[in-house]
């Protein structure tokens, strides 16, 4: 068997006993917390280790490759389509991502920032933006939430180390408290009328830097954000996990969006319910 058959082998099927179980913490200083509920985003570095990312990155990119969709040319597509490779909840398809996913460092990270006690996980999402893939529009992430909380936080992880050349995160410190900004899925739309927003009203924006692999973001659901293209030839591989405050309840869906991501993310959850759904463990 070719060397390169037996790594195609090892990736599809590794020994879960041989991943880090992530669980050692990491410690998130009052200053850090104060930080991030001030401006509404915060980076911190080596929430993974690189020997952890090395471990993990070929697993989580074969699932991505494995269960990606998207199969047009990067120029047949619209904005959005340019702006990633969007392969969401692979926790709940993959082993080894699980382990990943689920971890309880990264939870607690999320738990310790939010100041609360607990948080489920509400998915997770691999944001693969391809060599010359486009710019990702402003956006609130919370527009898709059926949720009755703001504590609602995303973790940002590269995979590998990125430049500023490929893509980081751009966040406008401070807008999560202004919480809804109007009813704008990630578009052209939300590009230009968010773009209007920031500078009429003299806004803050904090721009993207160099990160290395393990690094990490996290942000508020309602704290706007958006990232450049990736002018490299490298891709910008990177994953994300969502979580929200344990105690939260489900709201009647206000969109398409808000519909589709209950039928989702909270399966069998009706609004009023806890939401906490099978797909919804406290981590």
Request: with cysteine.
């Amino acid at each position: 068997m070719h060397d390169s058959q037996e790594e195609m082998l090892r990736m599809q099927n590794p020994d879960l006993s041989q991943l880090p179980d992530l669980s050692t913490p990491y410690t998130v200083t009052p200053e850090q917390t104060a930080s991030y509920q001030q401006n509404g985003h915060i980076l911190l570095r080596g929430v993974a280790s690189p020997s952890e990312i090395a471990t993990y990155y070929p697993v989580i990119y074969e699932a991505a490759q494995r269960y990606n969709t998207e199969k047009r040319a990067l120029q047949e597509r619209d904005t959005y389509g340019k702006a990633f490779l969007q392969i969401p909840n692979l926790w709940a398809r993959d082993e080894a991502v699980k382990r990943f996913v689920i971890a309880h460092r990264f939870a607690q990270i999320a738990a310790n920032l939010l100041g609360v006690e607990r948080v489920r996980l509400y998915h997770d999402q691999a944001l693969f933006k391809e060599a010359s893939g486009g710019m990702t529009p402003w956006h609130q992430d919370q527009y898709y939430w059926p949720l009755n909380t703001t504590n609602t936080i995303t973790m940002w992880m590269p995979l590998v180390d990125i430049s500023v050349d490929m893509g980081p995160m751009n966040f406008v410190s401070g807008s999560q408290k202004k919480g809804g900004l109007g009813q704008f899925a990630i578009s052209d739309e939300s590009q230009a009328v968010f773009e209007r927003l920031i500078a009429n009203n003299h806004l803050t924006l904090t721009p993207g830097q160099d990160m290395a692999a393990g690094d990490a973001t996290f942000h508020y659901g309602w704290t706007l954000h958006n990232a450049p293209g990736n002018t490299t030839q490298r891709m910008r591989a990177v994953m994300t996990v969502i979580y929200f405050a344990a105690d939260a309840h489900v709201t009647e869906p206000n969109s398409d969006a808000q519909e589709n991501d209950l039928r989702s993310w909270l399966p069998g959850c009706k609004p009023g319910d806890l939401a906490a759904s099978p797909l919804n463990p406290i981590l």
